[in-house]
């Protein structure tokens, strides 16, 4: 698929960066991306992103120095640049561009706010979808954080034609700082939603038996709503790898072919190998933790070497999804890909029935109310500038 992103704020920014990285590491020419903020310095950290694709905007009310955690500001500020955000858009060309990814964090000032904006104006201007690819913050960085993260959702599916979630708090390790944690769970959402994003990509590893199109993303995702992604893979034994041992040879590739069964995957085996791995891709850790059998829509999709990927397991597999899923709508298709791996992803579209998303608008209820308390006693009203921009 052919994606134009659009990083919003730090996180928003520093992970279409990977993606732009990926891009230009696989010589593909999938993505494109442009970075919007506030904070100058977050821009100027930046590696992939063209320079002249890094917008700084809200520069006469915060001068470079960013929002802090006022959504409002962040919403504000987008809501008066939008021509200039609109402009690096049509600047930088969306010829070709089959959806549109707003990706931001959500508990922070610039993301949570301007995503929801931004994405309502490129509905009103363009055709093709836009998506939004949001973080929740982790609860230890704070109520406010919570506060900010579900304002921010509850505008976005509204706003957008579907929200893909990443929970940082469901992916960080035990003892491990939040911040510590981002360069490895940008890694992680990369590479997961990677894949799905370039889905349908014509490369040099020649032709899939079932590659499937942008618009079968697109019509998996028309449900709207909240989606999570489940991934895994497996290696495969490495030919070349058996060749190049001396002596003994002879000996260690029996017991190589008895342990190792993939050595010599045909028709059956190939089969079950996909249904096993798109298995534990749904029954693990997703990007956002829910419980699948809510999901309406879901599309399976396996990457890897066109010999080892085969019709039948892709065909067993989405059987298995549409037997556990609500829906009965599942696509899927295979990716041929130069690798040493296999890999699957499952993508549950439109997911409901989250207890973190349940958790997190508890925590903004709370804060509400403290918050109209304050305004009682201060005679102002903190809560009513976000909403307006959506009457
Ligand atoms: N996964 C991930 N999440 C991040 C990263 N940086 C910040 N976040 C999350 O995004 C939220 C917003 O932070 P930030 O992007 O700095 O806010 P903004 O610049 O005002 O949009 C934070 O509360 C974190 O939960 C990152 O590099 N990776
Ligand atoms: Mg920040």
Redesign the pocket.
């Known amino acids: 698929m052919k994606v134009f992103f659009i990083g ?5 920014g ?2 279409v960066d990977k993606f732009i990285e990926s891009n230009l590491r696989t010589g593909s020419d999938s993505f494109r991306g442009i970075a919007i ?3 100058r310095t ?1 821009l100027m950290g930046l590696q992939h992103i063209a320079f002249e694709d890094r917008v700084l905007i809200g520069q006469t009310v915060v001068k470079g120095h ?4 006022d959504n409002d500001a ?1 919403a504000r500020i987008t809501f008066d640049e939008i021509d200039i955000i609109m402009n690096a858009i049509d600047r930088k060309g969306i010829g070709g561009t089959e959806a549109f990814i707003i990706v ?9 706010g ?1 995503a929801p904006v931004l994405a309502r104006y490129l509905k009103k201007v363009y055709h093709e979808p836009v998506y939004v690819l949001g ?4 609860p230890e ?1 704070g109520k406010l ?1 919570s506060y900010n993260a579900a304002r921010s959702l509850a505008t976005l599916v509204n706003e957008a034609d579907n929200v893909f979630l ?1 929970d ?1 708090s469901a992916w960080k390790n035990e003892g491990e700082s ?1 911040k510590g944690a ?2 490895r ?2 890694d992680e ?1 990369v590479r997961r939603f990677g894949i799905l994003f370039r889905a349908g990509e014509i490369g040099a590893a020649g032709i899939g038996e079932m590659v499937i199109d942008s618009s079968e993303i697109i019509n998996t995702l028309r449900g709207g709503g909240i989606s999570s992604l489940g991934y895994a893979i497996t290696e495969l034994s490495d030919p070349e790898f058996e060749s190049e041992r001396g002596i003994g040879k002879l000996f260690r590739r029996q017991t190589r072919r008895e342990e190792r069964p993939e050595d010599k995957l045909i028709g059956e085996d190939k089969a079950s190998r996909t249904l096993s791995l798109v298995r534990r891709a749904m029954l693990g850790r997703l990007t956002m933790p829910c419980d699948y059998t809510t999901a309406a829509r879901a599309l399976v999709l396996v990457a890897g070497p066109p010999n080892e990927l085969d019709r039948k397991g892709i065909e067993k597999a989405k059987s298995w999804v549409e037997e556990n899923i609500a829906g009965v709508e599942v696509r899927g298709g295979d990716f041929p890909a130069q690798s040493r791996y296999i890999a699957a992803i499952v993508l549950l579209a439109t997911i409901t029935n989250t207890p973190r998303i349940t958790k997190l608008i508890e925590t903004a209820k709370e804060i509400k109310e403290a918050n109209e308390k304050l305004d009682e006693q201060s005679g102002m009203k903190m809560d009513e500038s976000i909403d307006l921009l959506f009457e």
């Open positions: 919003y704020g730090q996180a928003g520093k992970i903020n506030t904070a977050d960013g929002v802090g955690t962040g931001a964090g959500l508990g922070g000032g610039t993301g949570s301007g973080m929740l913050p982790a960085e954080y990443f940082n939040i981002f360069e769970l940008n959402i």
